[in-house]
Nanobody, 121 residues
Framework: QVTMVESGGGSVQSGGSLNLSCRVS????????VAWFRQVEGKEREGVAI???????IYAESVQGRFTFTQDVAKNTLYLQMNSLKPEDTATYYC???????????????WGQGTRVVVSS
């Protein structure tokens, strides 16, 4: 059973940065498709970035050029570096994993508990 635990959320002002972490246990991150999603209360969960293979990451248009998805295989940990944050980035951020490729659909088998990001103007 894969377990994912996010950390690194917090409150920042517009233009600031945060680096989210997702520690994975129960399986190697190399063996899964992994992704970051976010969700605003009352809205659907939306994809932010997906690692579709080692070295290839795709980003949602809304975060392209500002967010960077990386991984540390030795630590079995995923990261989401978020720069130039905007108030509209305010959401709860989740990491997710699946053996199969789910793309932008929030149908991943494994999820973290989420970490809250608040960006004030």
């Amino acid at each position: 059973q894969v377990t994912m635990v996010e950390s690194g959320g917090g409150s920042v002002q517009s233009g600031g940065s945060l680096n989210l972490s997702c520690r994975v246990s129960g399986g190697s991150i190399k063996s899964y498709f992994v992704a970051w999603f976010r969700q605003v209360e009352g809205k659907e969960r939306e994809g932010v970035a997906i690692r579709i293979s080692n070295g290839i990451v795709i980003y949602a248009e809304s975060v392209q050029g500002r967010f960077t998805f990386t991984q540390d295989v030795a630590k079995n940990t995923l990261y989401l570096q978020m720069n130039s944050l905007k108030p509209e980035d305010t959401a709860t951020y989740y990491c997710a994993a699946d053996r199969a490729y789910d793309g932008w659909s929030p149908n991943y088998s494994f999820w973290g508990q989420g970490t809250r990001v608040v960006v004030s103007s």
